[in-house]
């Protein structure tokens, strides 16, 4: 499975990006997916995860009520709408998929990566 993320980009504080992430095909069971970000100099840190039915999610506080996952099955395409962006949120995004139909925040539960995308927040 090869994952593909784009919408990533620059924007000032304040502003909003979503990002999308498109699978080649689907893994051959039902698995949730999620979002991940890496700041330089820093590890790579959980953002949000979805369920394979997209009905639950869960998100790190640092984001919490400021971005959105959500999915499209028949697509095989998840997104990270993300508001009122912080130049703290500036890294490179990776979208994954994990190895169950759940959420999950720990990054050794996802066995598919995608190349990442750069999101930048100026002040």
């Known amino acids: 499975v090869q994952l593909q993320a784009s919408g990533g980009g620059l924007v000032q504080a304040g502003g909003s990006l979503r990002l999308s992430c498109a699978a080649s095909r689907r893994t051959g069971s039902n698995n949730g997916m999620g979002w991940f970000r890496q700041a330089p100099g820093k590890e790579r840190e959980f953002v949000a995860a979805i369920s394979w039915s997209g009905g639950d999610t869960i998100y790190a506080d640092s984001v919490e009520g400021r971005f959105t996952i959500s999915r499209d099955r028949a697509k095989n395409t998840v997104y990270l709408q993300m508001h009122m962006l912080k130049p703290d949120d500036t890294a490179v995004y990776y979208c994954?998929?994990?190895?169950?139909?759940?959420?999950?925040?720990?990054?050794?539960?996802?066995?598919?990566w995608g190349q990442g995308t750069q999101v930048t927040v100026s002040s």
């Open positions: 994954a998929v994990n190895r169950f139909g759940g959420v999950t925040t720990a990054p050794v539960n996802y066995n598919y």
